[in-house]
């Protein structure tokens, strides 16, 4: 790089390729990032140092990220454009109904298949509700497990107490 | 704060997991039977919901009796590799290994929501009551080939 000085911008790393990392106009910067489109894009990431500088202008990268010939998704939050992984409770909900023997996990995988159905259609929007829905639903269910479980525990505690 | 190792999660399930079925192997299920909450759907109902029977399911399965489990919770049985392997796909992921989880394709999400409906209402059928919680076709099918 040192016949050249192109504008500040993120580019791909010379040192380890498939990830980006900034270029401040003079040097290499210790901001890394991964590709647009490969994993760890979505929220979640963790890494992103803080001097948070704009998202790249740089041709190659900008491409990339958008090359997948979807249509486009309207921005959602992080990571627009590329795809968006989304956690869609499936798992989640099955155990739920399975452990907390409540219907509200049953209500909680339809969503979360809803989600997946959503995923196949690179509908990310509408995956990330239905997700949130399953989550909900999900949740209610682990803590009405709980609150179940624990309100069990402390009427057998209540009635060792008492001599039951 | 101190930042938590990726794989904390999964592995942090697994090992809530394990205790259980430790506790599940070691405990006496005979004595201390009225001492699980048992299952508040049930309680309410009267009715088994889908999960009814998982708790003695897995118990029976950590003393390898696999067909008393079945007698339980048939529905855990199958699940139960099933689990496993979401789990596996999960670790990888917080590895980096992977992508995306194990992923059901959205049809198989459907029908697996379909079946624990399915489930959950003809096991408390009584015509498919060997479906149910609490039924002993095993012992049954044992007896009548073993003879006994």
Redesign the interface.
Known sequence: MADSNPQPGWYEDPEQPGQLRWWDGKAWAEHRRPMPGE??DAPGTGDDPLPHPPDPPSSGAAAAGTAFGQPPVPPTGAAAGAPV?VD?W??QS??A???????LG?VG??F???A??AV?ATNYTEAQEKARLAKIFSLVSYG??VV??GG??LL?AAGTLAGF | MIRQPAWIRPVAVAGVALVGCATLALVDQQRYAG?S?G????LVTGWD????G?TRAVAALTQGQVLHAVDHNA??VV?LPL?AW?WVG?LRVSL?Q?????????SA??G??GL??VF?VVRNIAMFDWLGSSASWSTAVTTTLVGG
């Open positions: 994993r760890g992984k869609t499936l798992w099955i155990v109904t399975v452990c907390c023997c409540l219907p049953i995988i339809v979360a298949a809803q997946q159905s196949s009405l497990g179940f479980i069990w525990l057998m | 001492l909450p299952c508040p759907f049930r919901c889908p999960g009814c998982a529905l855990l699940l689990l979401a999960w980096g992977r992508e995306t989880g194990a992923v059901l394709p959205p999400a459907f697996l929501a624990l409906v959950s």
